[in-house]
């Protein structure tokens, strides 16, 4: 009987992969739904290498072990693939045959993979939100929700055009956030990889020098705080990084917590410089994301609890579930937003405007823009912020260490003379 290799998911969207004997495809995927599994990808078993996993079949198998939070497909894949999905819709091809024709031309096999699964699950009688639900370290929440709200409404084209738009966006911001903060991080590393330096190979031969020619008298109390540095660096080095790591692990069971993580975020938010920056770039996001799921004709109470779990940031978080309570009581969305003391109050104002004008979506969309040009001018003034102020403390450091060392041979000087 032949052998046949498949990947399935489970009802959680876990994939699963296996080899089963049988007489055909069709019998192997009967089996599979048999077990409540959803057949991916079945194909024969075609000689000892499939048998036998190399390299190939074990780099798969590290895929399907990576931890749930990371995503197999990256966020410019999945935009790119929305964006071609609804262009296809958009010109009247039929959803399945889109899917097969994405399909057959995606480069990343990953990617190729899921679409196949999707193509598959409507195959089978199945909605495409559905098939999106089983595959939810790449499609989250929002992504099935809008599917969902875009496949009732009839609409399912214009809403992956907004999803489309959405990554798009959300894609930029998320760039141009981090190329804010890569100078001053590439900076930080080399100060502290220079620090290092000195001490470990020229602050020593300092110490040698000032041993023989001073003979016992006492060093300046600078230069021993760096001669102290560099002997902790060179010769106690384990138990400095035992002290980091017990640190740093202290710090994520304190961000696992729901009130250490609330005071963390909360404190990166009040970090000066760069959390002005970070409150922006949350606020466009979060409005974007709202306004898209609003849109797209999710109701607004789901829409805050997916823009709530979509934002990244406890502080915020814990803002948005305020906001749902109030909202689920009764009250208008802007006082209850506003009363968080999270929000700039601009949010606030417009938020009540486009809700007495009947135009929320569209006002979140607004204030969305209007952040991310506040995003622009913040990175633009922060990198010529950052760059005197990183090059100063770059020469404080490496200045404070040559003033330690020039302090005894000052001291020399004056006894040989």
């Known amino acids: 009987m032949p052998s046949f290799i498949y990947t399935a998911c489970d009802s959680r969207g876990a994939e699963q992969s296996g080899q089963l004997e049988a007489a055909d495809e069709a019998e192997v995927s009967g089996v599979l739904r048999q077990r409540g599994q959803f057949p991916v990808e079945i194909r024969p078993a075609e000689g000892p290498e499939d048998i036998l996993p190399g390299a190939e079949e074990l780099h798969w198998t590290l895929i399907e072990l990576r931890l749930p939070s990371v995503s197999p497909v990256s966020a410019k894949q999945r935009a790119v693939f929305t964006r071609q999905l609804a262009t296809l819709l958009g010109a009247g091809m039929p959803l399945l045959r889109g899917l097969e024709v994405l399909a057959r031309q995606e480069n990343s096999r990953t990617l190729r993979r899921i679409i196949a699964s999707l193509g598959d699950g409507i195959r089978s009688g199945g909605t495409l939100s559905e098939a999106l639900a089983r595959h939810p370290r790449v499609f989250d929440r929002l992504y099935v929700n809008m599917a969902k709200a875009g496949e009732a409404g009839g609409v399912l084209d214009v809403v992956l055009e907004r999803l489309a738009g959405f990554q798009e966006k959300s894609l930029l911001l998320r760039g141009k956030v981090r190329a804010a903060l890569t100078y001053p991080a590439v900076v930080l590393a080399v100060s502290l990889l220079v620090l290092a330096g000195l001490l470990v ?195 404080g450091v490496v200045g404070t260490i040559v003033v330690a060392l020039f302090l005894p041979i000052v001291r020399i000087v004056q006894l040989l003379t």
């Open 201 to 395: 190979f020229v602050v020593p031969k300092f110490q040698q020098i000032f041993a023989d020619l001073l003979k016992g008298a006492p060093l300046p109390p600078l230069t021993q705080a760096v001669l102290g540095a560099s002997l902790l660096v060179r010769e106690h080095y384990a138990a400095v990084l035992a002290v980091l790591s017990a640190i740093w692990l202290a710090f994520e069971i304190l961000r696992r917590t729901t009130r250490g993580a609330r005071l963390i975020d909360g404190a990166v938010l009040r970090t000066p410089l760069l959390g002005g920056l970070i409150l922006k770039s949350l606020v466009a996001r979060a409005a974007r994301t709202w306004g898209t799921l609003l849109a797209g004709g999710v109701p607004i109470l789901q829409a805050i609890r997916i823009t709530r779990e979509t934002i990244g940031n406890a502080r915020v978080a814990a803002a948005f579930d305020e906001v749902h309570d109030r909202v689920k009581e009764g009250a208008p969305v802007a006082a209850p937003l506003g009363a968080t003391g999270v929000f700039p109050p601009m949010v606030a104002g417009l938020i009540e405007v486009g809700e007495h004008t009947g135009q929320l979506a569209a006002m979140l969309t607004k204030i969305a823009e209007i952040y991310d040009q506040e995003v622009d001018t913040a990175v633009a003034g922060l990198g010529s912020l950052l760059e005197p102020v990183l090059i100063v403390l770059l020469a």
